[in-house]
């Protein structure tokens, strides 16, 4: 599990980064050189809006988050997710990616039969294989979980579940988000300012990631998510002439026949950039997100849980056991 290549279409061959170096406020665009030209971009953009229905969550699955317990666990994770990109100095491909395997996988399991361990061990798996599938130079599973914390997590309970969650995918990793349809469409605009273009881009980013973490825009199909922000943030900042040419531009990717879905998930937008949490949330500052969503061994005790995890139709399920086992002391 040190690497993965997965059998998908790359509408270019990308380009490998120099190594990073620090997690900046933004990084739309950071990667403009994957798409050396405008026409590239068009053909991405293109490829992104026949794509974006296939790596969608199973229909449903917005309005099981409304009843189910799973609402408020999936709320902490996807907060832990997002708090792990400035630890880790992940791209906001990574968070976008590990956040739409969770829900992907999540939407295709039964969740009422599901122990504290599997959520738990599934938010870690899914941000180390995105990590895996995005960064150059992607964290260990040691990395990715918290240090000093009461618990931490059994490596091969993560791996088996890293599995587990590569085979329910089907290892269909290139996933297209709201981030995807957002980078593509902020780094097309060359009519403004580049000051303008940079706030743009750090509003519309956080708007993103706050709407992440926010099950109501599951409803909606990425690439409508995307065009709501922008919408959104250009409304708020630019000035009515700016204005138009790039809501004009944003829009025409959205079919006439989603409009509709446009107009009330950019009122949702707006209702929550109201919501005095979302400063909080989007920057990372939330204080009742758990540093670590880890629950399964203690750092210090020796109760192991040891997890066979199997996927079985439309339910996972796992059979654990509880050993009592004694660290090896050095020169044993």
């Not at 939407?107 to 599938?133: G, I, P, R, T, Y």
């Not at 150059?136 to 914390?149: G, L, Y």
């Not at 005790?301 to 796992?318: E, F, R």
Request: aromatic residues 8%; glycine residues 2%.
């Amino acid at each position: 599990m040190e690497s993965l290549l997965c059998d998908e279409i790359w509408v270019t061959s990308p380009v490998t980064p120099d190594p990073p170096t620090q997690v900046p406020d933004f990084d739309i665009c950071t990667s403009s050189s994957f798409y050396t030209s405008q026409q590239d971009r068009q053909q991405a953009l293109a490829f992104c809006m026949r794509q974006e229905v296939s790596y969608m969550p199973e229909p449903g699955y917005a309005h099981r988050l409304r009843s189910d317990d799973i609402r408020i666990s999936r709320f902490r994770l996807i907060q832990w997710i997002i708090k792990s990109r400035s630890r880790l100095n992940l791209s906001l491909e990574t968070v976008f990616n590990a956040a739409n395997y969770l829900d992907r996988f999540i939407s295709m399991n039964q969740w009422h039969d599901w122990k504290c361990w599997m959520v738990e061990s599934l938010s870690v798996a899914s941000l180390s294989v995105a990590s895996k599938f995005t960064e150059s130079f992607a964290p260990s599973i040691d990395e990715i979980q918290m240090e000093n914390q009461e618990h931490t997590c059994d490596l091969s309970t993560i791996q088996r579940m890293e599995m587990t969650l590569l085979q329910a995918l089907e290892w269909r990793l290139r996933s297209t988000t709201s981030y995807s349809f957002a980078e593509l469409l902020l780094c097309s605009i060359d009519f403004l300012q580049p000051t303008l273009h940079r706030e743009l881009i750090t509003r519309v980013t956080n708007l993103l990631l706050h709407a992440l973490s926010d099950p109501k825009f599951l409803e909606f199909k990425p690439s409508v998510v995307a065009v709501s922000a922008i919408r959104c943030c250009s409304e708020e900042l630019l000035s009515s002439k700016s204005d138009v040419s790039l809501l004009t531009y944003v829009t025409d990717i959205i079919p006439h026949e989603q409009r509709d879905d446009l107009a009330r998930c950019q009122k949702i937008m707006e209702l929550r950039m109201t919501d005095p949490l979302y400063k909080i949330v989007v920057r990372g500052n939330s204080k009742y997100c758990p540093s670590s969503p880890i629950t399964v061994l203690k750092t210090k005790g020796t109760n192991t849980c040891d997890c066979h995890v199997n996927l079985s139709g439309s339910k996972m399920q796992a059979d654990s056991r509880s050993n009592l086992r004694k660290r090896k002391r050095e020169g044993d």
